[in-house]
């Protein structure tokens, strides 16, 4: 079980939330695909790991230990790291480099483990040094914003920011709307043809798939909709 005594959602272009927790036993659960990266510091019986964990495209078991301290940031969609392309962290874990002490290494310099109340400082300084970096023509993209722009811009674009489609970052905001719908009470045919599914048998096939759960496993345990509100990688 991880336990996550604080989380908070920050003001900022790059950061979509901080959250910090603990794990009270071993355990194993679904990672729910995703299109946003973190940076983890995770401290386990004086250990301490800084990774970065990129974008997921299909659900895996996630394994953890008992006794792990971890602070998560997670991302907005569109930010990335200047001198390690989105492609270079999807489907991975890359462990940096450790420094001396409390510290880590990051694009050739050393930086100091940020706290839960500083992690949002922490990112401004990663991107006034120059390591982080937002590309804005992502949310506009996916949120229908954008003018004049040509088909081939906005693939390389998401490629180069998020290491994914744009379409596919859309399906798999499709199944997390598809999670809240079934868990408001929505029917899981009802889901299907509110969300544009092909059928029923499609919409099981992209949950199983996106989230590690099928829409029946989902209504039938109210608590698997914790995993979808907040998810550390």
């Given amino acids: 079980m991880i336990v ?23 355990g194993l659960e679904m990672r729910p695909a995703e299109y946003n990266w973190h940076l983890i510091f995770t401290r386990q019986e004086g250990i301490l790991r800084t990774l970065v964990v990129g974008a997921l495209e299909v659900a895996k078991p996630l394994s953890y230990l008992a006794g792990a301290e971890t602070l998560w940031i997670r991302f907005k969609v569109g930010t990335y790291m200047t001198h390690l392309p989105a492609t270079a962290t999807l489907n991975r874990e890359i462990t940096l480099p450790e420094g001396s002490g409390n510290n880590f290494w990051l694009k050739d310099k050393v930086w100091e483990i940020p706290s839960f109340e500083n992690a949002d400082t922490f990112v401004e300084h ?14 506009a993209a996916l949120g229908d914003k954008l003018e004049d ?22 399906q798999i905001k499709r199944a997390e709307r598809a999670v809240e719908l079934l868990h408001q009470g929505n029917s899981i045919l009802h889901t299907a043809h509110e969300l544009g599914y092909a059928d029923q048998p499609h919409l099981t096939r992209s949950l199983k798939r996106l989230l590690g759960y099928t829409p029946r496993e989902l209504v039938a345990s109210t608590s698997q909709a914790e995993l979808f509100t907040f998810q550390p990688g």
């Fill in 4 to 26: 996550i005594p604080e989380q908070r959602l920050v003001e900022s272009p790059y950061i979509e939330w901080v959250g910090y927790g603990y794990t009270v036993a071993d």
């Fill in 126 to 139: 990663l991107v006034r040094a120059g390591a982080l970096t937002n590309d804005p023509l992502i949310e």
């Fill in 149 to 170: 722009t040509s088909e081939r811009t906005i693939r390389y674009r998401f490629q180069h920011s998020t290491g994914l489609r744009q379409n596919y970052i859309r």
